[in-house]
C-alpha cells in the first residue's frame, strides 16, 4: 500500500489487536492479553512513525503515550474497526480529540492516580528553584572548593510568601495543599470558580491571570495544554512578574513561550524557574541550558513505579471496557 505522501506500507492482516505504542508494565499488560491480543512495542527506544502506522492497521484499540502523535494519517492508517485511543496520561494534548470523535473513535485518560506524584514534583521545583537546589548539587559535583558561608548560595524562604496556581484542578489543588504546609499563602486563575469547599480548605483567593502573576512569588502552571493555554505565559505575562518570583511548569511546555522565558531570565525580570516541561520536547531552548536560574527536569511529573503502574491499568481498564462494548471510566470530554 501507498500513503498520498508516497511511503510504502508493508502490509499486515486485519488483526482486531490491542497495539501499545511502548513498554508497558506487566500488569496492565496482562490484563490486556487476558482478553484480547496484544501488540505491544517492547523497547524504550520510541517506535518509529512508520512501524506505528504499519503495526496500527486492522487495530480496535491503541494504547498510547505522550511521545505518540494520534493524529488523521494514524487514524486513517488504522482503519475504520479502531474503537479506542486510551492515551496514558492525563493530558490528551498529542491526541487529535475532534478527528477521533468524527470517526467514532473513543479516546480516555488516567486521571487522578498521577496526581499525587506530579504535585510532589512540582512542590520540589519550586524548592529547588528557591533555594538553588540545582546549583549546589552542581558545585558539591563540580570537585571546586567551597565552605559554609554566610553568603553562599543565599535562596529565598517559601513561609509567608504567595503561590499562585494556574488551573485549579486535581493537580493544582494537590501543589496548593503542600505549599500550605509550606507556610504558603495561596491564589489561582481558572475559567471557572473552584468549589467553595475546596477554596475555603486551601484559604485559596481567585485572581484574574494578569494579578496573579504580579502578585504571586511562586507561579506555577497545571491547565492542560490546549489552543486557548499555548502561550499563556508570554513576554507579557513574565513582565507582569516580580523580580523576585519563579515560575514551575509541570503542566505542558508549550504553555510557555520559552524564548520569552530565556529573555526575562537572562535580563533577571523574574529570580528563576523550575521546568519538567519543554516546547519542543526533548529539545531543551539552548538559552535555558546556559542558565543557573532554570532548574530542568526530563519530564518526570509521574515518574514514580507505583503511578506508571496505575496509569498503565487505567488505560487497559479503559481499553477492556470499550471493547467489550460498555462506558470507559475516563471518557475524555
Ligand atoms: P485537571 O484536573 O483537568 O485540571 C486542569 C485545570 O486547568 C482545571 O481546573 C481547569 O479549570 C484549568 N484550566 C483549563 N483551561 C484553563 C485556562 N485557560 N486557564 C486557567 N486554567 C485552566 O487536570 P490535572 O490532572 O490537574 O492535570 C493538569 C495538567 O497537568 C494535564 O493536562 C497535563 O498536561 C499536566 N500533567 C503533567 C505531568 C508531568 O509529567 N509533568 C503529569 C500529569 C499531568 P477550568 O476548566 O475551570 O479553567
Redesign the pocket.
Known sequence: MTTTDGRTLVESPDNGTVVVTGRLPQPALEALRAAHQVDPWDSEELIPREELLRRVRGARALVTLVTERVDTALLDAAGPQLRVVANV???H?NVDVPACRERGVMVTNT?GV??DA?AD?AMALVLMASRRLGEGERLVRSGQPWRWSMSLLLGRGLQGRTLGV???????RATARRARAFGMRITY????PADPGVVEDLGARRLPLEELLATADVVSL?????P??RH?VGAEQLALMRSTAYLVN???GPVVDEEALVDALRAGSIAGAGL??YEDEPRVHPGLLELDTVVLLP????ATEETRCAMAERAATNVLAVLSGGQPPNPVA
Open positions: 496520561a492525563v493530558g494534548d486521571p498521577l496526581t506530579t514534583l494556574v488551573g485549579l484542578g486535581e493537580i493544582g486563575s481558572s475559567r471557572s497545571h491547565c492542560p495544554l490546549t486557548e493555554t499563556l509541570t503542566a505542558r519538567d516541561v519530564h518526570l511529573g509521574s
